[in-house]
């Protein structure tokens, strides 16, 4: 018989709200979500969770681990470690490494270190190139998608030509999903020329062509790091005319602005870049349209961020949810908001069929959270061997306390538990 433990009395976060209910853990899976369980289960270990909000493992689409070439910033044990800090149970790694993730070798080999190293589930993304639109899509069934950046950023994939962009889009199984950095290279360029970096126009134009692209293929797509209102806008329009496109936002977009990044210079750097605060607000009234918070997670050392040419990309795994519950304090969002954006639209959307909600048949995936722990956000005992975080001094509300990834303790109060390797490849529908 598989262990079985009973968590009693937490507050159950599900999209319809929040209850005190007892959890039903069996093995790996949730067996029963309901009030009061202790006589369904009489042998089970019975834990008291009272006095803690329950979400669903948080599901994390976009993320850079830096394995292979990168190690010196990241890898797949100290990133995944980051990533149950930050109350993350999955996460979808990005294959800008170097090599890239490009062909079935490499992206083996990755897959093989990841299985060795991670600590929670993951999944990889396989990388377009001008030149490999056969071989990724033979891919399509490991892959949790095929990411595609058709303006330049971090690493050397680039697809900013429509020939090959199209052969990817009728090649890659309709079923799969296209994930996209939507940025204008020659609109990028054009400013860089000018010392601007990547002004709004950037990602609208982006944006624009991959939805119609999409649009006229027929295939699903997914914009990464939407960070414009306008955006948000067309991507909506796009939906209500039936396309299959969905879309993240991270968190340094929502919590980030432009008087942040005049303070924070090249640390606050990244692609697309922080928004003005009137953009900012923007996103926010547009919110139902967003379908996911991913945290682009892209670490980079201080001393690259503050040498001579700094990288683009800010770390954001381990600061996401508490800044998601300090919005829930601000009267921002609810909690079931956070349940819906950063578990149940990423299991949807990518086909995570076990995942993404507390319910029985699913994977004991559990974030148990103190509402109410006030504490300021620092550089110190980060996960991330990075070890920096663009928000170093918010006063935040709201922190990880204790995670169970399928059925097991992996992180409590600031302690990795997991084991390098615990964490498993996930299976799409
Ligand atoms: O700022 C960014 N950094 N944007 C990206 O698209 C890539 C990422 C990275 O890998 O550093
Ligand atoms: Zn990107
Ligand atoms: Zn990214």
């Known amino acids: ?54 979400l669903p493992g948080l599901i994390d689409v976009h993320v850079h681990l830096r394995e292979p070439g990168g190690e010196h910033k990241e890898d797949f044990t100290t990133g995944t470690c980051a990533a149950l800090a930050g109350g993350v149970t999955t996460v979808f790694a990005m294959p800008n490494t170097s090599p890239p993730i490009t062909d079935r070798a490499t992206f083996e080999e990755v897959a093989a270190r990841a299985a060795a190293k991670a600590v929670c589930d993951y999944g990889l993304y396989i990388g377009a190139t001008p030149h490999n639109a056969e071989e990724a899509a033979t891919l399509c069934r490991q892959a949790v998608g095929l990411k595609m950046y058709i303006g330049s950023s971090t690493g050397d994939l680039l697809v900013d030509r429509f020939g090959a962009q199209i052969e990817h ?71 209500r005319r039936g396309l299959r496109v969905t879309c993240e936002v991270t968190p340094h977009h929502l919590f980030l602005t432009t008087e942040d990044w005049a303070r924070l210079g090249p640390l606050g750097k990244v692609n697309p870049p922080l928004r003005t605060p009137q953009e900012v607000e923007g996103l926010w009234s547009l919110r139902e349209a967003i379908d996911m918070i991913a945290t682009d997670h892209a670490p980079h050392t201080l001393a690259e961020k503050q040498g001579a040419s700094p990288p683009s990309g800010l770390p954001g795994l381990e600061t ?92 409590s109060e600031g302690r990795v538990l997991a084991e390098a390797g615990s964490g498993r490849a996930v299976m799409l529908e």
């Open 320 to 411: 996401m949810l508490p800044l998601l519950l300090t919005a829930v304090h601000e009267g921002r969002l609810s909690l079931p908001d956070i349940a819906r954006w950063t578990a149940q639209r990423p299991a949807e959307t990518f086909g995570l069929a076990r995942k993404g909600r507390i319910a029985a048949g699913y994977d004991a995936d559990l974030t148990l959270v103190d509402l109410d722990a006030e504490w300021t956000i620092g550089n110190e005992g980060l996960y991330t061997r990075c070890g920096w975080t663009p928000f170093a001094g918010r006063a935040v509300r709201g922190r990880t306390a204790h995670v169970y990834l399928r059925g097991r303790l992996a992180f």
């Open 169 to 239: 889009f009728e090649r890659y199984p309709k079923d799969g999903i296209i994930a996209v950095h939507a940025e204008n290279e020659e609109a990028v360029q054009y400013y860089a020329a000018r010392g601007q970096h990547r002004p709004p126009i950037c990602a609208g134009l982006a944006t624009a062509y991959v939805l119609a692209l999409a649009e006229q293929t027929g295939h699903r797509l997914h914009v990464c790091h939407v960070s414009t209102a306008y955006e948000l806008t067309l991507i909506h329009e796009a939906r």
């Open 1 to 54: 018989m598989a262990k079985q433990i009973l968590l009693r009395g937490g507050r159950v976060v599900t999209p319809q709200g929040v209850q005190r209910l007892d959890i039903l853990i069996r093995g790996e899976q949730i067996a029963a979500v309901q009030p009061d369980l202790m006589a369904e289960a009489p042998l089970a270990e019975v834990r008291d969770v009272d006095g803690f909000v329950v």
